[in-house]
Nanobody, 121 residues
């Protein structure tokens, strides 16, 4: 069974940092672009960051550029999102995905169940 499982969410004070992980299983994702989306209550799911198959190309939403860093470890079949200088507006459920059609990248339809990030102000 192919699965993406996020972890690392929690409660953090504004200005703090948090590192999210996404563990993939069921197949190798080493040749597939992956990324992160987030969804706050009452809001549509929005793109956060993406990384291509070998980590040589990344893309970020303007709202997180300079604060968040996406990375991957293909040996571990995992991707990560390092979030620094967190703001209250970063509070959301963060999802790991291979569906990057919203930014014009590959659209393989795998999603994790999400991990909740709450930033207190």
């Amino acid at each position: 069974q192919v699965q993406l499982v996020e972890s690392g969410g929690g409660v953090v004070q504004a200005g703090g940092s948090l590192r999210l992980s996404c563990a993939a299983s069921g197949r190798s994702f080493s040749d597939i672009a992956m990324g992160w989306f987030r969804q706050a209550p009452g809001r549509e799911r929005e793109f956060v960051a993406a990384i291509n198959w070998n980590g040589g190309l990344t893309r970020y939403a303007d709202s997180v550029k300079g604060r968040f860093t996406i990375s991957r470890n293909n040996v571990k079949n995992a991707i990560y999102l390092q979030m620094n200088s967190l703001k209250a507006e970063d509070s959301a459920v963060y999802y790991c995905t291979t569906d990057l059609s919203k930014i014009g990248w590959s659209a393989m339809d795998y999603w994790g169940k999400g991990t909740l990030v709450t930033v207190s102000s």
